[in-house]
T-cell receptor
């Protein structure tokens, strides 16, 4: 049972435009969400996170929005840059479990 | 500050063999998590260790095991390898747990023939 879903395997945008990556979850116990970015041949790197008590968190060009009623979160990248081309993973923490549940990832390609 | 290191980076084994992967966390980090990454399944949680204790385990068969040493270094072992075990195995360390900012190593690419 996939509790964290990233339904778009890939996304292509033009440099300078907005990239929107989406993530849906099914477990109501999830209380903390994170986004990771992964380049080929490297491990994922932490990008931004949001607690379930907030609906928005911003860090430079990156903003994460959380809609708890819809069990949906999204990552906005504005403006998109070619260096943002990578696989983006959404992850969620549930209750007191010391584990993260990851989605399958979305490959973002930013074209110059 | 040195990052998370994993050894070996690449490994080729045959079915039925066993393998041990090693992870050295960032100095001062006591939590080490292991993940399996495959093209179809994304990152799947294997287990997490904190101060030599396994705190959580994912849905993997008993052939997958791990341990953590007093210096926080961790190893994972896979016995009786199957073709489906071919994957990138990632280790991540954090100060107190995976929900805190985790730092990932580059991974070990395991190929089972």
């Amino acid at each position: 049972d996939q509790q964290v879903k990233q339904n778009s395997p890939s996304l292509s945008v033009q440099e300078g435009r907005i990239s929107i990556l989406n993530c849906d979850y099914t477990n109501s116990m999830f209380d903390y969400f994170l986004w990771y970015k992964k380049y080929p041949a490297e491990g994922p790197t932490f990008l931004i996170s949001i607690s379930s008590i907030k609906d928005k968190n911003e860090d430079g060009r990156f903003t994460v929005f959380l809609n708890k009623s819809a069990k949906h979160l999204s990552l906005h990248i504005v403006p998109s840059q070619p260096g943002d081309s990578a696989v983006y993973f959404c992850a969620a923490r549930g209750g007191s479990n010391y584990k993260l549940t990851f989605g399958k990832g979305t490959l973002l390609t930013v074209n110059p | 500050k040195a990052g998370v290191t994993q050894t070996p980076r690449y490994l080729i084994k045959t079915r039925g063999q066993q393998v041990t992967l090693s992870c050295s966390p960032i100095s001062g980090h006591r939590s080490v998590s292991w993940y399996q990454q495959t093209p179809g399944q994304g990152l799947q949680f294997l287990f997490e260790y904190f101060s030599e204790t396994q705190r959580n385990k994912g849905n993997f068969p008993g052939r997958f095991s791990g341990r953590q040493f007093s210096n926080s270094r961790s190893e994972m072992n896979v016995s009786t390898l199957e073709l489906g075990d071919s994957a990138l195995y990632l280790c991540a360390s954090s100060l107190s747990g995976p929900a805190n900012e985790q730092f990932f190593g580059p991974g070990t690419r395991l190929t089972v023939l």
